[in-house]
């Protein structure tokens, strides 16, 4: 051992000397009040900048005289690291004699590169900051530039410097915190500048106003140059046409263009650095139309005098009263309004708008009308009225969300908010103290322990702790090679090494016990667990499934896991993670926003188009699943809250604890132990005692397909002209059939009464007699799911 010792010392030793010969200009962080980069005219510097306690970016500002203990007051037009920031000892910016710019950490990680390398590594490149606040590396023999910061923004853009299509600004979090934030200022692939709110739950363009056209807007589409610039005399220009000039235009002033953390655009000035910052332009006029700023279910109101500030509906209460972006929540249960639709009324909120998600659009609709069509719609939580400018009939928009909410005196409409009957509120929407600016003033920290020993002394203490490790590291592993010798599996055989076959998250229970509030809003409930809502820490929003402890063992849940997690495909659920903590089990999926199926064929919320192409999604879903996959997957219990459906109506096929995983080689399966699904959608196999094959889910999505038709459950009430009768829904289309006249009238006789005539008949027709394939008695006569997937798809655009 005292060999190896001797030569792991040599060979660090070398290391140590070749990283520090490789260098060939270094700035220290322990420095930064001497290693300082300045332009030549002095007004720009370059060097480390504070970004919290004891967390640094290499960054570039306006230069401040004499005012290097309040460096925090600068103005900050370009950081390197902003979402990584370095240690306050030990880290460096270093010029490679490679030609690479490279920023390291305390413990010497890469943190930032430039990733280039000079094509002539003879030749050396310079570090250069000049009078425009560009910092670039420069070859010193014939002055070609290898790498600018222009090219790489992060909030500012500065005069000469260009936006183009392969660059964009990203604003801060906050006025502290200069991390990412939430809004972006790009070129889009239709050529047009746009701002974009891209939050933790959803994302939408509000600049040029969405529902514009190009030319509508003033911006023409017609170029493929994609570049914007602000010029020194205050003119900012962009190659769609769009263009403003500053109020203090034609006069020569320190000027930046920036994307604030609230999502406007701006134009500074100021004459000399001793001068404070003048706003000379910005991009939108009212502050509260910018998407993302109080967050769901709150209004923003704009005061002149006092600022820009957030406000929660009547009824409703704040989630955090220091971050405004997670907006409201109901002071009653929601659920209320589907369980007895003549529980609400309507509060009438003037001059209040809500931007995107409405249920539909609804031209010349009454009140009562646009009224009632909320009523009959479980999750409408209010609507928009309003009369547009130059028409003379109202328009009705039904709200599913409430979102991006604002008050403006010019806003010829009023919002009328669903609240319980039992519960009388005021309809005055009270101002907050809080100013909606996005209040997360939470500082970075980056903590660094150093003793007082010698140099010499301290690293030979590091020597001999590193040797000891890997001693001690030899040690363990000899040890765990022994016992694994014995117990090949440990403790644990199916979970072991769970975490690196799926590829997912493990949490902790206290995590998820934080993240659902205490398991406290439930979102569903079924034979293997409860599903319960729930917010992780990084602002995803989830469905996390807690299962029961009787019904399902270790080994079970572990077999759900592994199976679920080797699942990829757009109409399966995806699964984020997982829990198992002593007794508890519980599973982490991503959060459908509009909820199963079940709910909204109860809500009529769903037209025609949604339920042919929830059909056809569900489809795919299931021929990956029996088709696609390594091993041959049934579902077992398919039924409409088992279909999951996302923010676009998507289809996600979801609960796989009744699955069950079988080898292809192996047709005659009669492995299962036990009846699996629900009583209505159940194939007649179960019953019977014959061979299980997926033939079984065939069945069951036949069933969900009729439901999804006629709006009737599997075992319903049918209200035919002489009386009512109980009877199965798969007899009574079957008899509908049988007695048609011509095809059209058979299929017109079963259809749900929310449709209408609002349908397509000649898809109507497919679905409906696909259908009945599906739920034949014989097994063999149904079709395979990707058979069906094939003909629906056929015909979805089929009139």
Request: hydrophobic letters at 35%.
């Amino acid at each position: 051992m005292p060999n190896s010792s001797i030569l792991i010392s040599l060979v660090l030793l070398l290391v140590f000397r070749f990283q520090h010969s490789n260098c060939s200009f270094s700035l220290s962080v322990e420095n930064r009040d001497v290693d300082v980069i300045v332009s030549p005219n002095g007004i720009f510097s370059a060097g480390f900048y504070p970004v919290g306690v004891n967390a640094y970016c290499f960054a570039i500002w306006f230069t401040e005289l004499n005012n290097h203990k309040h460096l925090q007051n600068a103005t900050v037009v370009w950081m390197a690291n902003r979402d990584q920031p370095v240690n306050g000892k030990r880290s460096t910016l270093s010029l490679l004699k490679t030609g690479n710019l490279i920023l390291t950490d305390a413990h010497r990680s890469i943190v930032w590169t430039t990733n280039i390398a000079s094509s002539n590594p003879t030749n050396l490149l310079e570090l250069f900051l000049l009078d425009t606040g560009n910092l670039v590396l420069q070859d010193q023999s014939n002055g070609f530039i290898h790498w600018q910061s222009f090219d790489f923004p992060t909030d500012t853009l500065l005069p000469q410097q260009s936006l183009t299509r392969y660059t964009k600004l990203v604003s801060s979090k906050s006025e502290s915190n200069y991390s990412s934030g939430f809004y972006t200022l790009f070129f889009d692939n239709d050529n047009l500048l746009h701002l974009l709110y891209d939050g933790p739950r959803i994302s939408s363009v509000y600049w040029p106003d969405p529902w514009l056209l190009s030319w509508e807007a003033g911006r023409s589409s017609y170029n493929n140059s994609r570049v914007a610039s602000l010029d020194l005399l205050g003119n900012f220009s962009s190659s769609d046409d769009f263009n403003f000039k500053t109020s203090d235009y034609r006069t020569e002033l320190q000027r930046r263009l920036k994307l604030d953390h609230d999502g406007n655009v701006r134009v500074y000035s100021r004459k000399h650095e001793h001068d404070k910052w003048s706003i000379t332009g910005q991009v939108k006029q009212d502050p509260c139309v910018i998407h993302g700023i109080c967050g769901p279910s709150s209004v923003c109101i704009n005061d002149p005098s006092n600022g820009r500030k957030c406000s929660c509906l009547p009824g409703y209460r704040t989630i955090n009263n220091k971050d405004w972006s997670q907006g409201c929540e109901p002071n009653f249960n929601t659920k209320r309004f589907c369980s007895n639709k003549t529980e609400s009324h309507f509060q009438l909120l003037p001059q209040v708008e809500f931007y995107g998600y409405d249920y539909g659009y609804y031209p010349n609709f009454t009140y009562k009308q646009c009224e009632n069509l909320c009523l009959q719609l479980c999750k409408c939580i209010g609507f928009q009225y309003r009369q547009i400018e130059g028409d003379s009939v109202f328009k009705c928009y039904p709200k599913s969300q409430l979102l991006n909410g604002h008050r403006s005196p010019d806003f010829e409409g009023s919002f009328f908010l669903r609240l319980p009957k039992s519960n009388v509120f005021s309809n005055v929407i009270k101002d907050s103290p809080l100013v909606c600016s996005r209040n997360s003033e939470i500082q970075l920290e980056r903590t660094y322990v150093k003793g007082k020993e010698n140099g010499l002394v301290k690293f030979i203490l590091w020597f001999a702790t590193g040797l000891g490790g890997i001693e001690v590291v030899c040690l363990f592993l000899v040890w765990c090679f022994l016992i694994r010798k014995r117990n090949p599996f440990g403790a644990d055989p199916q979970g072991h090494f769970l975490a690196q076959a799926t590829g997912f998250r493990k949490f902790i229970y206290s995590e998820l016990k934080q993240a659902t509030n205490g398991f406290s809003q439930e979102i569903g409930k079924g034979a293997g667990g409860i599903v319960y809502k729930g917010v992780l820490s990084d602002n995803r929003v989830v469905a996390i499934k807690q299962l029961h402890e009787a019904n399902q063992g270790e080994s079970e849940f572990l077999a759900e896991v592994s199976i679920i997690g080797r699942l990829n495909h757009m109409n399966l659920i995806g699964m984020w993670g997982y829990c198992a903590e002593k007794k508890h089990r519980l599973l982490v999926y991503e959060y459908m926003e509009n909820g199963s199926l079940a709910e909204n064929l109860t809500s009529n919320a769903l037209d025609w188009d949604m339920r042919y192409n929830i059909a056809l999604g569900t489809a795919r879903g299931l021929a990956y699943l029996h088709e696609e996959c390594l091993e041959w997957i049934l579902h077992c219990d398919i039924k409409p809250q088992n279909i999951l459906l996302d923010s676009n109506f998507q289809p996600k096929v979801a609960d796989f604890g009744l699955s069950k995983l079988l080898h292809r080689n192996n047709l005659n399966n009669s492995s299962f132990s036990r009846i699996r699904g629900t009583r209505g959608y159940m194939a007649p196999e179960w019953v019977f005692n014959l061979p299980i094959t997926s033939k079984v889910d065939v069945y069951s999505y036949g069933i969900v397909v009729l439901e999804m038709i006629t709006g009737k459950r599997p075992m319903t009430d049918i209200t035919d002209a002489v009386e009512p009768r109980h009877e199965m829904l798969v007899t009574w289309v079957r008899e509908k059939r049988r007695k048609r006249s011509q095809v059209a009238s058979w299929v017109e006789q079963i259809v749900d009464p929310a449709l209408g005539s609002n349908y397509n008949i000649n898809q109507m027709e497919t679905l409906a007699m696909l259908a009945l394939d599906c739920v034949e008695e014989e097994k063999d006569t149904r079709p395979t799911m990707s058979q069906i997937a094939e003909r629906l798809q056929s015909h979805e655009h089929h009139s």
